[in-house]
């Protein structure tokens, strides 16, 4: 009995203690832990919100052209274009252009390669949006010309339909690229085997001598016509060297692309003159000498 009440007395004697160390910990430590706790969450809250005021401040290019709502016409001399406004841009911009990932010249040259005549280029680049380099600069002779012309998706390389019909100017992912014809089956020009030839150049290339490499690009540039295919050959009514009917376009825009505009432009704007403000640091070109005036005989 006596031992009993012993277990009964040191039993609550513990929960005496347990009880008195909750109050101490409760009165000396709890609010450190809490305080702690507090703090780490208020930092927490503090950086979503920095995160989420970034987030909304972060005007981006694809994000100023999703949550733009408002339109913005552009006449394009065949069609009016409607289109969401991108803010501090007045001229139409097509955003789906994309790099070219199947190409045997853009490995070297780029998705821009026109950068000699600067008062060209942009209107060369333009078209190799959209126009496979070797469309323009091979030209097929003998038994492997041919017309064949057909797009191809920029970044697979695959033979696609026309993305014209119910798609706006610079908004294709495609480029019309020309085949030649070999061992009597037609073939692109920008063939698997001279492309991997092109890829293990650029990745041997510095390994190279300079004979090695000279003779390496000449390879390459082999089937590169000494002339590329001129404006006109392409805008005209009569013998176009582009098919443009079985390539997707409409009637209208083929009518656009031919029309005598077009082709006078090209025949008659040959030379172009820039503005002075556009060539800074260029010295004036010198003035003509003056020419004598012809000497009056007496009685005439």
């Known amino acids: 009995m006596k031992n009993f009440f012993f277990k009964i007395y040191m039993l609550g004697f513990m929960v005496l203690v347990i009880f008195f160390i909750a109050i101490i910990w409760q009165v000396t430590f709890a609010h450190l832990f809490e305080e702690y706790h507090n703090r780490k969450q208020a930092l927490e809250i503090t950086k979503f919100k920095e995160q989420k005021k970034k987030e909304a401040e972060k005007t981006t290019f694809e994000k100023v052209i999703l949550e733009s709502e408002e339109k913005v016409k552009h006449y394009l001399g065949y069609k009016i274009l ?110 698997e085997e001279r492309i991997g030839f092109v890829r293990e150049y650029r990745e041997k290339e510095k390994s190279l001598t300079e004979s090695q490499r000279s003779k390496a690009k000449k390879m390459i540039h082999k089937i590169v016509s000494k002339q590329p295919v001129m404006c006109e050959e392409c805008h005209q009514k009569e013998a176009s060297i582009l098919p443009f009917e079985d390539l997707g376009y ?29 060539h800074p640091g260029e010295a004036p070109a010198p003035a003509p000498a003056p020419q004598p005036e012809p000497v009056k005989k007496k009685g005439t």
């Open 250 to 278: 409409p009637k209208e825009r083929i009518d656009s692309i031919i029309s005598t505009e077009v082709v006078g432009m090209i025949k008659n704007y040959t030379k172009f003159y820039m503005p002075r403000m556009l």
């Open 82 to 191: 409607e289109e969401k406004r991108i803010k501090g841009h007045f001229h139409h911009i097509g955003f789906q252009v994309g790099p070219d990932k199947r190409s045997y010249c853009v490995e070297c040259h780029g998705d821009m390669p026109h950068d000699q005549l600067k008062d060209l280029r942009a209107f060369l680049n333009m078209h190799a949006f959209f126009v496979g380099c070797e469309t323009c600069h091979v030209k097929p002779e003998g038994s492997q010309k041919v017309r064949v012309f057909k797009w191809y998706d920029r970044t697979t390389g695959d033979i696609v339909e026309s993305p014209v019909k119910g798609s706006t100017p610079g908004t294709y992912r495609a480029k019309i690229i020309s085949f030649e014809r070999i061992g009597g089956k037609l073939e692109r020009i920008d063939s």
